[in-house]
């Protein structure tokens, strides 16, 4: 069985710092991975995704994710924090040859960036 | 612009109502999804849609129905509401059965049962 573990269920973080937010992931085969960001009050959005090829992926609105397959790691940052980043952050896996239900979420992380 | 919306933003309901949570899409695809979110837990899937009166059980079914009449249209429905079963709702769909291709996700409908 698959699964998204976010170790973290609050990342605090000043304005203009780097900001890190961390998932691992245990998946048969080579997983196809997503950060999703969600809003107060709002649905879901689509941040950035890793398919294949290059370990760093660059998403929306200044994101990026790298994948580490050795430690099962796709980690999201950001160089420079905004508060508007504000916000829950999740992460989801999903295993090649699957049905599309078969995509799995984290259990989140609410990011806080401090003015 | 893509777009998912969802019926009601907020919904109050008494245990033993019958509740239909609505979810419609304009981007023409074929799967959809009905799932909850409660804090700690993330998003858990309820019930899977990949074509008109197609459905599969989700995860957490137990409780709930679904009814897909028309592509764009996927309902979820709560025969007898009861207290846990408030949370919030997310309606999602994506365009084909490709692995790698994103969701979309509706606004939300927070339900209370009371």
Same mark, same amino acid.
């Given at each position: 069985?698959?699964?998204?573990?976010?170790?973290?269920? *609050?990342?605090?973080?000043?304005?203009?710092?780097?900001?890190?937010?961390?998932?691992?992931?245990?998946?048969?085969?080579?997983?196809?991975?997503?950060?999703?960001? *969600?809003?107060?009050? &709002?649905?879901? *959005? #689509?941040?950035?995704?890793?398919?294949?090829?290059?370990?760093?992926?660059?998403?929306?609105?200044?994101?990026?994710?790298? #994948?580490?397959?050795?430690?099962?790691?796709?980690?999201?940052?950001?160089?420079?924090?905004?508060?508007?980043?504000?916000?829950?952050? #999740?992460?989801?896996? &999903?295993?090649?040859?699957?049905?599309?239900?078969?995509?799995? #979420?984290?259990?989140?992380? *609410?990011?806080?960036?401090?003015? | 612009?893509?777009?998912?919306? %969802?019926?009601?933003?907020?919904?109050?309901?008494?245990?033993?109502?019958?509740?239909? =949570?609505?979810?419609?899409?304009?981007?023409?695809?074929?799967?959809?999804?009905?799932?909850?979110? @409660?804090?700690?837990?993330?998003?858990? =899937?309820?019930?899977?849609?990949? @074509?008109?009166?197609?459905?599969?059980?989700?995860?957490?079914?137990?409780?709930?129905?679904?009814?897909?009449?028309?592509?764009?249209?996927?309902?979820?429905? =709560?025969?007898?509401?009861?207290?846990? %079963?408030?949370?919030?709702?997310?309606?999602?769909?994506?365009?084909?059965?490709?692995?790698?291709?994103?969701?979309?996700?509706?606004?939300?409908?927070?339900?209370?049962? =009371?």
């Amino acid at each position: 069985a698959q699964s998204v573990a976010q170790p973290e269920d *609050q990342v605090n973080v000043a304005e203009g710092n780097p900001l890190t937010v961390k998932c691992t992931y245990s998946v048969s085969g080579n997983p196809y991975l997503f950060w999703y960001v *969600q809003y107060p009050n &709002r649905g879901l *959005q #689509f941040l950035l995704k890793y398919i294949t090829g290059d370990n760093l992926v660059k998403g929306s609105y200044g994101f990026e994710a790298e #994948f580490n397959k050795s430690q099962t790691s796709f980690h999201l940052k950001k160089p420079s924090a905004l508060v508007s980043d504000s916000a829950l952050y #999740f992460c989801a896996v &999903r295993a090649p040859g699957g049905s599309a239900r078969q995509l799995t #979420f984290g259990s989140g992380t *609410q990011l806080t960036v401090l003015p | 612009d893509v777009k998912v919306t %969802q019926s009601s933003r907020y919904l109050v309901k008494r245990t033993g109502e019958k509740v239909f =949570l609505e979810c419609v899409q304009d981007m023409d695809h074929e799967n959809m999804f009905w799932y909850r979110q @409660d804090p700690g837990l993330g998003l858990r =899937l309820i019930y899977f849609s990949y @074509d008109v009166k197609m459905k599969e059980k989700g995860d957490i079914p137990e409780g709930y129905s679904v009814s897909r009449e028309k592509k764009e249209r996927f309902s979820l429905i =709560l025969e007898s509401a009861s207290t846990n %079963q408030t949370s919030m709702y997310l309606c999602a769909s994506v365009r084909t059965a490709g692995e790698y291709n994103e969701q979309f996700f509706g606004p939300g409908t927070r339900l209370t049962v =009371l």
